[in-house]
């Protein structure tokens, strides 16, 4: 029994761990390198994210 109470232990604490949610927020202005202009609607998203974030500026 004790076995079956540690087990379900380390599971639910492994569970907790990975069900944590992170956020953060990103702020700034797209602008154009050559003319240092904002670019109105540019996509923007995070690379190497799983599943893919992005949004419109």
Do not use: C, E, H, W
Not at 30 to 43: C, E, F, L, W, Y
């Amino acid at each position: 029994m004790k076995k079956y109470f540690l087990l379900i232990y380390i599971l639910s604490l492994i569970y907790s761990i990975n069900a944590q949610d992170y956020t953060q927020t990103v702020r700034g202005t797209v602008i154009d390198a050559t003319s240092k202009s904002p670019i109105p609607g540019a996509n923007i998203i995070v690379v190497n994210s799983k599943p893919l974030i992005g949004t419109v500026s």
